[in-house]
C-alpha cells in the first residue's frame, strides 16, 4: 500500500512540474507548503519554489499528499 501511494505521489508531482501547475503540498509532518515545483534532482526529489521560504529540496517520502493550488474561499 505504501509503495502504491508513493507512485500516486511521483505520478502527480511529475505531472504538475511539467505543466508547470502551481501546487499545495501538505507534508508528512502536517506543514504545508504553497507554490511551483521548479526543478526535479532525482525520482524522488524536487526543487520546490515556496512562496514563503524560496527555493527548498522536497523529497517524495516527506509528502503526505500533493494537489493544485486553489485559493481559498474559491
Known sequence: MEKENELRIKGKMNFFFEEKVRVHVERVDRQFWN??????????????????????HLFIYDIYDVEEYRRAGV
Open 35 to 56: 507554490g511551483t515545483i521548479v526543478g526535479k534532482k532525482s525520482d524522488s526529489v524536487f526543487l520546490f519554489n515556496d512562496d514563503k521560504l524560496g527555493v527548498m
